[in-house]
């Protein structure tokens, strides 16, 4: 038994010590240094909040030397930051396509100073952030209902604050693609440091950006989308439909039919915009976009920031109290 821990540990060190070369210090605000990762030889990510100045910047490297840095571009929906090196760095190893599962131990690491800092934890979940604020509505006006009886409410909001505990689901409204949940150690200056998987490989980006005091990544699949939208256009171009919306109640008989209380009701369409196009009319009460229920704005703009520009997609909508389908080519904006 000794040496099968001995071996194991001896592993995780030896795993931790080949990832240490790309994980970086960046110095880009006044308190406590963060953490970046080596993306490619003059490509540095690290998280988006952590980046409170946009000149002078300095990445600290493993040997103890310093380089400076520019910044390229922003994707704050992601909490990504991408950054330009005047050097060379090493570059990470990236996971392949197999996504980590709900139960897989994960190594947090970090250099907000000269030497490498590594936690260990497990993948606790695995989050679709439109799934995630859909649910919390639901649970949260469900918890509600009890709020004419006084003693009913106060017995809903201690049910909706001990759900939230037993989820870990402490955070605000989520704009993010998808992100991974772990019950790692978020050590201060830890944010834009990598998850690597049990194989060294690295599967995601950590941050402390969306609050909740919740330890999340970014998985790599979705850095890999950023990085490349902010290499080829400087900035992060989000779906367009040129409508402006609020929550509505949906009819009694399409909220059946379609198992969902709410839409989004359009009030202002913009002129030759997509929305336009597809003969969208003000008084529709939108229910779903490319095959996704929407019941709120951030669920649209969640949805539209995942969608294909110039791809066309379904659209579900209310019009005279009945459900209508039609589509719409997604526009840039």
Known sequence: MTNILGSISSEMAALVEKAAPSVLRVEARRRLP?????WSENLVITAHHVVEIEDDIAIGTPDGGSLSANLLGRDPRNDLALLR???????????????????????ALGRPRQQIKATLGIVSGLVNPADLNRRRRRMKQAFAKGKGDRRAWK??????????A???ESWGMLLADRLIQTDVTMYPGFSGGP?????????????????????????VDVLRKSVAALLSDGKITTGYLGIGVQTAQLPDS??????????????????DSPAAAAGILVG????????????????LQ?????????????????RGGESREGSVVVGEK
Do not use: C
């Not at 017995?155 to 939230?164: D, G, I």
């Not at 060294?200 to 970014?218: I, K, P, R, Y």
């Not at 529709?284 to 669920?299: F, N």
């Open 195 to 219: 998850l690597l998987g049990a194989d060294g490989t690295l599967h995601g980006m950590n941050t402390s950006g969306f609050g909740g005091g919740v330890s999340a990544a970014v998985p």
């Open 155 to 164: 017995k809903s909001k201690w049910k909706w604050k001990k759900w939230m």
């Open 85 to 107: 090196v005047d050097g060379s760095l090493k570059p990470a190893n990236l996971s392949g396509d197999e996504d980590l599962r709900v139960g897989n131990l994960v190594f």
């Open 254 to 271: 399409v909220a059946e039919s379609l198992s969902q209380d709410a839409g989004l009701l359009v009030v202002s369409i913009e002129a």
């Open 302 to 318: 969640v949805i539209l920031a995942r969608l294909e520009l110039g791809s066309e997609v379904g659209t579900r909508y209310t």
């Open 166 to 168: 037993w989820e870990g």
């Open 284 to 299: 529709d009460i939108l229910t779903a976009l490319g095959g996704e229920s929407i019941e709120h704005v951030d669920e």
């Open 34 to 38: 963060a953490t970046g990762i080596a």
